[in-house]
């Protein structure tokens, strides 16, 4: 039996962390898809495409190199020949991968690479449409939110570990512009689907929020998972 979980929510809300302890804990494969929203905001950036246009990004894509690998470390993204698994993890790359994720054709290009992952089976996928386009038949659907002050608190702590001398002020502002851009959007909206099962952590510690999704999924599953 395929098992696949979709994971959604917004910006911070650990659903990347919760998905990769998860992925650990029921012996599936783990998959980034943010990252590939990420990479083609660094691709968008280096050819000069501006944040407020991230629509001219189409005409490049073509040329766009793009895939996941695995090794010891987890998954690593490939762009043109290149590991930018760390240069993507920036609150630029954050409000980049928000922009270019509303470009339909960005979208139809990063579709297949996708969907063709998810159908590969025992799978674990966290990003912002998992549940409503990429995987609408997964057998769990979680929607992992968090208060956009605790996800800035969460966020700023993580770059300052990565030197990143950006104020709280301006994360939670990252924030905060990228729900609004994430749910408004015209094109796959960061909306949980109508049969995700809410998990908010607010006030969790991550291995609270990780026993959590992994008595949802438990019991929604109907067996023993180790």
């Keep these: 039996m395929k098992i696949r979980i979709a994971i959604d929510g917004p910006s911070g809300s650990g659903k990347s962390t919760l998905a990769k302890s998860l992925a650990k804990t029921l012996g ?33 894509l073509p040329e766009a190199q793009i895939s996941i690998c695995y090794t010891e470390a987890g998954q690593r993204v490939i762009l043109c020949g290149e590991d930018v698994s760390d240069l993507i993890r920036t609150p630029e790359m954050s409000m980049y991968a928000s922009a270019v994720s509303a ?15 998810a159908a590969e089976g025992n799978v674990i996928m966290d990003g912002r449409d998992i549940g409503t386009v990429i995987m609408p038949d997964a057998d769990v659907k979680l929607f992992v939110e968090a208060s956009p002050r605790a996800r800035a608190r969460r966020r700023h702590a993580e770059l300052m570990e990565k030197g990143d001398t950006s104020s709280f002020e301006e994360v939670l502002e990252d924030i905060i512009k990228r729900d609004a851009n994430d749910k408004n959007r015209a094109v796959a909206p960061a909306i949980p689907a109508d049969d995700a099962i809410f998990v908010d952590n607010s006030d969790m510690s991550l ?20």
């Design 207 to 226: 291995e609270e929020t990780h026993d959590h999704a992994l008595n949802i999924i438990r019991a929604k599953l109907n067996r023993s998972l180790c």
């Design 28 to 60: 599936l494969v783990y998959v980034d898809t943010g990252a590939l929203y990420r990479t083609v905001g660094l691709y968008a950036k280096r050819n000069g495409v501006p944040l407020n246009e991230a629509s001219k990004v189409t005409r490049l």
């Design 103 to 117: 470009v339909p054709a960005v979208r139809s290009f990063l579709l297949e690479i996708q969907k063709r992952m």
